[in-house]
């Protein structure tokens, strides 16, 4: 496994992404271009040859369209073999955990069919369809990656059962794939997508989820995703082309009911998000630049800084994860920012990293000082440790011309504003 910060040819390994049974995928700066990749680097210790992943790479090479992560590179590199594509903010298998509205869904759930129907154009089978294989990009643009298991269609296709057992079609876990595995495996997909809920062998209808599916999309779309989970690979679409084209007409046929209907919006949710941005440009003012709010939160999107353990607004988790950060590294526990020098993170009290230099750098950001008298290293503002001694900083940090404290954790809070306490997700009394 490598660590974080090590160099590898022309990448800095910044942290571990996943782990498959094949290979492991790993955030990296691509130190020439000054841009964040995904690394795809193979187990030593599996049993598989390159030829299996210069296949992948040469599958995917005849594949051009904008719902298909591309290979930027693929070379030999310290005697490893090194896949180098976009780095996208996260996996359908991620994202489908949150609320999403039905809107957002459908629009994944095109793209998600436009990706699948180009490769079947291309007599190209993808074997392994499941939300993980869908990455997210900036502008809700979602590409389908991993072609790994991918079999060329010919007269006759052998191969072996290659797949995720939980999408994966009952023909093509006997060892025979078909396009319409690939339409099996999809439509699981989106029944999930739509519903929340992964259905389980038998599939007989109506199989869980439905009530939540039933009140969010037309009846034209349940049957299009009932015909393609049928179990009789005869039953299904021929492929994901013909499973596309019904899907753009039964979007059409909605968009003309609803342009039709032409519904009010309620006022009261408008004047409810209205409300809530202007809450949030108000709190900006006062506080982005003591706080650093650059960021946004990954749940409700409300103003959120890197240093924050939890949103202030909704209470999610590490509401930046997997966001940009103005640090040259990442910690591969927290994925938050870290610098070059530092020994520890300063914001989960991580250790492992790899010293690239002995070299300290200074920063406009350091305004005070461990407390530790055999340390006294400069520290940034809201860390939890000292990066240099890994001491635990003590004292309570306060909001500048804020006198309000948690009553849990004795941090700084602005009660004006937050629902959440920022850094121990505690609730606020106003």
């Known amino acids: 496994m490598l660590r974080a910060r090590q160099k590898l040819g022309k990448y800095r390994i910044l942290g571990r992404i996943a782990s498959g049974p094949l290979a492991d995928v790993y955030k990296a700066a691509d130190t020439i271009h ?90 190209i089978i993808h074997c392994d369809i499941k939300p993980e294989n869908f990455i997210l990009f900036p502008g809700n643009q979602v590409k389908l990656a991993d072609f790994g298991f991918a079999k060329i269609s010919l007269r006759t296709l052998k191969a072996s059962g290659s797949g995720t057992i939980d999408y994966i079609a009952p023909e093509q876990a006997m060892g025979r794939p078909k396009f319409q595995s690939d339409v099996f495996s999809l439509g699981l997909v989106l029944y999930r997508l739509l519903s929340g809920k992964l259905p389980e062998w038998p599939f007989k209808w109506p199989m869980i989820g439905y009530d939540r599916l039933q009140s969010r999309v037309p009846a034209e779309l349940i049957a299009m995703l009932r015909k393609s989970i049928e179990l009789d690979p005869a039953d299904r679409y021929r492929n994901a082309v013909e499973m596309y084209a019904v899907f753009r007409k039964v979007k059409r046929l909605q968009e003309r009911r609803q342009k039709k209907a032409a519904p009010r919006r309620k006022k009261s949710a408008k004047n409810g998000a209205s409300w809530r941005r202007m809450q949030w440009r108000e709190f900006q003012k006062h506080y982005k630049a003591e706080l650093d709010t650059r960021h946004h939160c990954r749940s409700c999107e409300g103003p959120v800084a890197e240093s924050m353990l939890a949103c202030p607004w909704c209470g999610t988790e590490h509401p930046t994860r997997r966001s940009e950060t103005r640090m040259p590294a990442v910690c591969p526990r927290c994925e938050r920012g870290v610098k070059n020098d530092w020994h520890f993170c300063a914001w989960c009290y991580g250790a492992g990293f790899e010293l690239e230099t002995s070299r300290r750098f200074p920063d406009k950001r350091y305004t005070a000082k461990c407390a530790n008298s055999k340390c006294r290293e400069p520290i940034m503002p809201f860390m939890r440790y000292c990066p240099w001694c890994r001491s635990k900083v003590k004292k309570g940090w306060q909001i500048k011309n804020n006198r309000h404290k948690c009553p849990s954790c004795n941090w700084g809070v602005a009660t004006e504003f937050w629902n959440f306490c920022a850094w121990c997700s505690e609730p606020v009394e106003k």
Not at 86 to 110: C, K, P, Q, V
């Open 34 to 123: 000054r841009t964040r990749v995904a690394l795809k680097i193979p187990k030593p210790e599996d049993n598989t040859t390159h030829d299996d992943f210069l296949r992948e790479v040469q599958i995917a090479t005849r594949l051009n369209h904008p719902n298909i992560l591309p290979i930027q590179d693929a070379s030999f590199i310290d005697g490893r073999f090194v896949i180098a594509m976009g780095l996208g903010t996260e996996s359908l298998a991620d994202r489908i955990e949150r609320r999403m509205s039905t809107a957002r869904a459908l629009d994944i759930a095109e793209q998600a069919l436009a990706a699948l129907a180009h490769a079947h154009e291309r007599k």
